[in-house]
């Protein structure tokens, strides 16, 4: 299927379908670009077929940890969750790669989306396997989920 001269939100709703069936096949290069979109709902789309390469393929996920923090500072709560999501993921294999973003997602701890609080939970979790020191701010908002 061809993406051209289609909408990001069907580019990323297309991509996160092959996702899913096919994760080591999709372009993780054509969702980092997705990443930026003004649509939300392509950057959530986005973010989540990502985080179901990173299921499969942290790796190929991990040099695009920063284009997935953006996201965490979102006005869309599904985006951000979706964000903190595949952050989770890469950081189960990468703790080192997702430490930077610890100060975006300490905020993320009392979102108002369940999905991001447990999310974000679980990715300064991984972070903090290897990096305590990085997530001991967060330390009481995590004993507090």
């Known amino acids: 299927m061809s993406l051209f001269g289609t909408s990001d939100a069907n580019k990323a709703a297309n991509l996160k379908a092959e996702a899913e069936s096919r994760p080591h096949d999709v372009s993780v290069n054509k969702l980092q670009e997705l990443l930026s979109s003004s649509d939300a709902g392509a950057c959530t789309d986005a973010a989540e077929a990502l985080a179901i390469v990173a299921e499969e393929d942290p790796e190929a996920v991990r040099p695009i940890t920063g284009d997935l923090r953006s996201l965490l500072n979102s006005d869309h709560k599904y985006t951000r969750a979706s ?8 950081a189960a294999a990468y703790p080192q790669a997702v430490q930077p973003a610890v100060d975006e997602l300490h905020p993320l701890l009392t979102d108002s989306h369940g999905s991001a609080r447990r999310s974000t ?6 972070v903090a396997t290897e990096h305590p020191e990085t997530v001991k701010p967060a330390t009481n908002q995590l004993q507090l989920l």
């Open 121 to 126: 939970a679980t990715a300064l979790g991984e």
């Open 83 to 90: 964000a903190a999501h595949a952050l989770g993921i890469i």
